[in-house]
């Protein structure tokens, strides 16, 4: 038992929280454009073009150098992030990369383009479904140059992001509304920003670990997401909020007693505080008494370096070598066509 850990999940979660209708989700374009030609916009993080230490450092560069991720003085941090952590961190994450890279390419691009094609496919040919990265290729500026070239009326903007958050949901809506200004005869834009505990994505991910674990259940359960500064959440990022409303929904759909989950965080940055508890701690603690943990990462929807290399990989390797119990990591939502489903329906406002 870890109470010290545990004691996350305690805190009273209201039957309001675990509505998703709570969470601001677009009207369905249906509904709201009758007769328009319809666009959806799924957008996902992004990923370097190539593993190398060249590719790696001008994607970090892109994507340290938002505001919205790192809000430090603007001039110190261009020489932290030019002078230290580039040079330094841009071989090492290359490295990272190289470990999990396919023939294909990125594993975060090519399966979030699948997805893409599932969705499309789902929804049929009267709607026009594309995919754009944050940060990379296929850039947003392209995506929606190329809606218009279409003759799209309305794009649905639709992060892959399921807690919402500055840092994710939040710079995707700036900066697709920033291109936008400046694309003479723009589509309008509809935003579809969060969906911590809509009942079909609970469900996907709920059966996703039913289907993985089999008949051989786990002693404990993480569900790990993505970390975040405490500081941004103390200002009123609402992505903490968001996480423990979608652990609180997926342990329900499993059935799970509150001490046999936890909800932790992982894939920490800098020096400053934190969200805790942090997925490695735990996961180590638990496995350090014999126990066999399954980890769900709910906030990454399409397998990447975080859940492939960070948890897969190295998690498991240092479980391995330190304690008696192991991890069984529970693969992303990916293309499941339980999940397509589930976001045909948010497509449709439903």
Known sequence: MLPHVLAVESRPVSAALLTWQDARVTKSLESAWPEARRGVLLVNLGSPDEPSTSAVRAYL???????FVVDSQPQLWWMLRKLVILPFRGPKSARLYQSIWTAEGSPLVVGSARLCEAL????????SVRLAMR???????QVLHGFTDEGVDVIQVLPLFPQGSRTTTGTIEARVRELHRHIADAPALEFTSAYPTHPGYIEALAQGIREHLGSNPCDHYLFSFHGLPIRYVEQGDVYRDHCEQTA???AQSL????????????SRFGREPWLAPNTEDVAGELCSAGQRVAIACPGFLVDCLETLEE???????SVAEGGAG????????NQRPDWVRALAQLVRGR
């Open 135 to 141: 940060y990379g290729k296929p850039s947003l500026e």
């Open 311 to 317: 948890i897969g990989v190295r998690l498991a390797k």
């Open 61 to 67: 560069d892109e994507f340290l150098s938002d505001p």
């Open 248 to 250: 609180a929904a997926l």
């Open 326 to 333: 192991e991890i069984e990591l529970v693969p992303a939502l």
């Open 120 to 127: 499309q496919r789902e929804v049929g040919e009267a709607v």
């Open 255 to 266: 059935g799970l007693a509150p001490e046999s989950w936890t909800l932790t965080y992982q």
